[in-house]
């Protein structure tokens, strides 16, 4: 029913104050989200988390009260729930090997995820499966051949000459290089049309706390599971309604900064470290990279503040040091900060959920709304990928 409303309201808004997509550019035509019906609020999450796990140490609670505080999340959803840790208790037990069941959830639930996000999108869409041409497919949360593209492809009944890109383990910067790709494809294809899908749970790396490894418990303070779906096609038909251009993307790593984010697969699952430097590196060289991307808008007066910002929110002091740094005003932030009190930081997803945040106050503000905007994420690397978009 949102999505049928959703579209009707666009349609009205073409037919009067909509921008025009540039021939040939890429746009994104439609967006869905979906969430495991488990949801954490942060007030309750330290007392069920230490039940589930069994732990009873003062100082490990007193630590992740003052991470739930911190990390601004309000809310999350997460496959995991009382009923899964019944089935695998074996999850709490220290250097016990659950690979095997970590992925036998995982697997399972990221492509039913990605499926329900995919109807949700291909719904506002208004179109049908037999219409979409490529898959692109993106997860760091399961690991199978083949993947889980193929079944998803099978759920959702798209065409078995479905054109498939499969994204494994690039982490939170995932989303945007897929919707990089897909804009390349979207581009390069006269009349194909995308789907980009992104699905994740923290299932491999949920572990009991162990102080030697402090950043367990940021994970379990800050993480979130969903899933989000685009449709991605140029020159759009009558029929469609597209809300955003991808005007141009940008790739960058930073050299010499490979052990920065940290993640290794092991018997136990995925162990992350993060380097305190994180977010001095990211602040060093955001300004650049951002001058960069809004040099193609191709005016030479466009301020930073005279955009819209999706900025992937690895975590509250990532946004602070870009606030501070490139001297944004508050409110350029806000849509990344809600989407962090929302979701958590859900990895891949949560540039999406953000470009919806975006997308209604956008509408909000109609065609005196801002034209230009910078999408952001950051990963293992360290990466930047970065998209100039245009507003429609």
């Not at 609670?61 to 991470?67: F, N, S, W």
């Not at 789907?195 to 009991?208: A, K, Y």
Request: glycine share 10%; net charge negative; hydrophobic share 35%.
């Amino acid at each position: 029913m949102l999505a049928t409303g959703r579209v009707a309201k666009q349609k009205e808004i073409s037919q009067s104050t909509r921008r025009v997509a540039n021939k040939g550019k890429a746009t994104v035509l439609a967006l869905g989200k979906a969430f495991p019906s488990n949801v954490v609020s942060q007030e309750n999450l330290v007392e069920e988390y230490l039940r589930e796990i069994k732990c009873d140490d003062p100082s490990i609670k007193e630590k992740l009260q003052h991470l739930c505080k911190t990390t601004t999340v309000k809310t999350r959803y997460t496959v995991m729930s009382s009923e899964t840790m019944q089935k695998y208790p074996e999850l709490a037990t220290e250097g016990s090997p659950t690979i095997k069941q970590r992925l036998e959830i995982a697997n399972e639930a990221v492509v039913q995820m990605a499926y329900e996000a995919s109807l949700a999108c291909i719904k506002e869409w208004g179109r049908t499966v037999e219409d979409i041409t490529h898959l692109v497919y993106v997860s760091s949360s399961e690991f199978r051949l083949p993947g889980g593209d193929l079944y998803l492809s099978a759920q959702l009944g798209l065409s078995n000459e479905v054109q498939r890109v499969l994204f494994y383990f690039l982490g939170c910067y995932g989303g945007v290089s897929g919707m990089r790709v897909a804009k390349d494809i979207a581009e390069n294809n006269p009349g194909s049309r995308v789907l980009l899908t992104t699905s994740e749970t923290m299932v491999l790396g949920f572990r009991p706390p162990n102080k030697a490894r402090p950043y367990d418990l940021v994970g379990a303070a800050l993480f979130g599971d969903g899933a989000a779906a685009l449709i991605i096609g140029a020159d759009p038909t009558e029929s469609e309604s597209p809300f955003m251009e991808l005007h141009y993307a940008l790739q960058q790593f930073l050299p010499g900064t490979h052990g920065v984010i940290d993640g290794r697969l092991s018997e136990e699952g995925i162990s992350f470290k993060l380097g305190r430097e994180l977010p001095q590196k990211i602040e060093d060289n955001i300004e650049e990279f951002c001058k960069k991307l809004v040099a193609k808008a191709g005016s030479g007066s466009l301020e930073l503040n005279d955009l819209f910002w999706a900025v992937h929110p690895g975590g509250p002091a990532i946004l602070n040091g870009l606030e501070t740094k490139l001297e944004l005003k508050p409110e350029k932030l806000e849509c990344s900060r809600q989407a962090l009190m929302d979701y958590g930081n859900a990895s891949s997803n949560t540039i999406f959920y953000i470009m919806d945040k975006v997308r209604g106050e956008l509408e909000k503000k109609g065609r005196g709304g801002e034209e230009w905007g910078l999408g952001l994420a950051f990963g293992p690397g360290i990466t930047f990928e970065g998209f100039l978009m245009r507003s429609l």
